[in-house]
Nanobody
């Protein structure tokens, strides 16, 4: 069973940047797709970005061009670089892993089998 721990969240002003990290332990996740989701108060958890084992990435339209997902398989870690942040990005950000790493990048929450505890990102106006 894989354990995921997110870090790097915090309070930032509009236009600022944050870099989230997701450290995996318990097993190697190099063959897994790793993803980021977020959940704002009163809203459903939504897909943000994912990176497949081969490095292919996919982003939600709301973050495309501002966020960059990457991974370091040697460190069993995934990152989410977030730039040009706005108050609409305020949410708890969750890291997740999916065993699906084929031709289609999973974006549905139910396709991810392991989740972290989340890290809070707050963007002030």
């Amino acid at each position: 069973q894989v354990q995921l721990v997110e870090s790097g969240g915090g309070l930032v002003q509009t236009g600022g940047s944050l870099r989230l990290s997701c450290a995996a332990s318990g097993r190697t996740v190099s063959s897994y797709t790793m993803g980021w989701f977020r959940q704002a108060p009163g809203k459903e958890r939504e897909f943000v970005a994912a990176i497949r084992s081969g490095g292919s990435t996919r982003y939600a339209d709301a973050v495309k061009g501002r966020f960059t997902i990457s991974r370091d398989n040697a460190k069993n870690t995934c990152y989410l670089q977030m730039n040009s942040l706005t108050p609409e990005d305020t949410a708890v950000y969750y890291c997740a892993v999916s065993p699906l790493s084929g031709a289609v990048t999973p974006t549905t929450r139910s396709l991810y089998t392991g989740w972290g505890q989340g890290t809070q990102v707050t963007v002030s106006s």
